[in-house]
């Protein structure tokens, strides 16, 4: 057995529901409450390095057998939004979103919503193991489509089986769920989220960037945040990742700490956490002075790209067209949910009809050659031209 047992809480506890030898309480920072109490018990374990603990939570050990260190993590900030205090989502949208910024979410949920047959699930306590394969393989596609379009990489996609490993028991067991966003019955928008007490964790979020014009990650933290409120839920962690819609949802920004907790009487213990101690102090200083983030670029540049850019998106311009005009054109009607074209024409059709505020049951597909496509609603018609 090593001296030193190293641990990551929020995979430990909020992914797996542990319980620990060594916390004797956990309780909420912002009130008080106890989140977690149980009699600590020792053991021969003799030291702890505890990564990812939030410090919206504050803890106890049991201080007749151990000692506790605590260091912030670093360039690490994690977003929440505290639901107390609010009796609705849209009591907290009137009191924490200006309205320069709740009104364009909440119109992009109404054009969602008007241009497509929006449904939207949550499966919490059950779910078939035939929607849950096709919710999972449509969420490892649109992640890698994500972060090829970003050419990145996510350890998302390095731990993908222990995902899939895991999160169907999970769910049936109410410790995780499940959100999908539907557009005419296909899947367009997932998030795996994990549910202890009265804590929502939305751990993935990931949607089709065909939509990106409907801005599907605040209708999906919006889908989310309601339930929170109609299931009473204290408060719903964004996690991690400094992404411009956690700033604008959060109203509780946090840090994560690292935790060194020792027995009193090991010489051993306390020299290797001391030594953990002095890693996270040179850790951070590098990240003070931003030089992790200059090796993490010439790592990556090394490497090369981890995520095939399978799916990339095309340059095209759309310009309208004199709907007399589709008359003297050479043109065939496609049907654009069967046609090879699909993957190409989907984000100029998707853009179209929010522009154009148009149905999709409305809109038809013309094909002039691979490059040029005509897109014709109830009220204008464009042609779209490929740069390929």
């Known amino acids: 057995m090593p001296i030193l047992k190293k641990e990551d809480f929020y995979n430990s506890y909020f992914q797996k529901d542990k319980t620990f030898e060594y916390y004797?309480?956990?309780?909420?920072?912002?009130?008080?409450?106890?989140?977690?109490?149980?009699?600590?018990t020792t053991n021969k374990q003799k030291a702890y390095a505890i990564s990812l603990f939030p410090n919206y939570f504050h803890s106890e050990v049991l201080k007749s057998s151990y000692n506790i260190k605590k260091t912030v993590q670093k360039n690490l900030d994690g977003f929440a939004v505290l639901t107390n205090g609010y009796s609705n989502i849209n009591e907290y949208l009137q009191n924490h979103l200006k309205p320069k910024t709740r009104g364009p979410i909440l119109r992009r949920i109404k054009r969602l919503e008007s241009c497509f047959n929006i449904e939207y699930k949550l499966c919490y306590g059950n779910i078939s193991k035939e929607l849950y394969d096709t919710a999972l393989s449509k969420l490892k596609e649109m992640l890698l489509s994500r972060f090829a379009q970003k050419k990145d990489s996510t350890e998302i996609l390095d731990k993908w089986e222990h995902y899939e490993k895991t999160t169907f028991e999970a769910i049936k067991n109410k410790t995780a769920s499940l959100f999908i966003v539907y557009a005419n019955n296909e899947i367009?928008?997932?998030?795996?989220?994990?549910?202890?007490?009265?804590?929502?964790?939305?751990?993935?979020?990931?949607?089709?960037?065909?939509?990106?014009?409907?801005?599907?990650?605040?209708?999906?933290?919006?889908?989310?945040?309601?339930?929170?409120?109609?299931?009473k839920y204290s408060m719903l962690d964004m996690g991690n990742g400094d992404l411009e819609y956690k700033k604008i949802w959060c109203n509780l920004k946090y840090n994560y700490e690292y935790h060194f907790i020792y027995k009193k009487e090991s010489i051993p213990g306390f020299i290797l956490a001391h030594l953990e101690i002095l890693k996270i102090k040179i850790k951070n200083t590098l990240k003070y002075y931003k030089i992790d983030k200059a090796y993490t670029y010439v790592k990556k540049k090394l490497k090369g790209p981890t995520i095939p850019n399978s799916n990339p998106f095309f340059n095209y311009t759309i310009e309208p067209i004199n709907p007399e005009s589709l008359n003297q054109l050479e043109v065939t009607k496609i049907d654009f949910n069967k046609s090879p074209h699909l993957n190409n024409i989907k984000k100029p059709m998707y853009d179209f009809l929010y522009t154009e505020q148009e149905h999709i049951d409305n809109l038809e597909v013309f094909l002039i050659n691979e490059n040029n496509y005509i897109l014709k609603g109830t009220k204008k018609v464009k042609k779209v031209t490929f740069d390929l």
């Open 188 to 231: 367009i928008g997932i998030s795996i989220n994990y549910l202890i007490k009265d804590i929502f964790i939305g751990h993935i979020f990931c949607y089709d960037i065909n939509f990106s014009k409907f801005s599907l990650g605040n209708t999906m933290v919006y889908k989310l945040l309601e339930w929170c409120f109609e299931n």
């Open 24 to 40: 004797s309480k956990i309780g909420y920072t912002h009130n008080n409450k106890i989140f977690y109490s149980k009699a600590a």
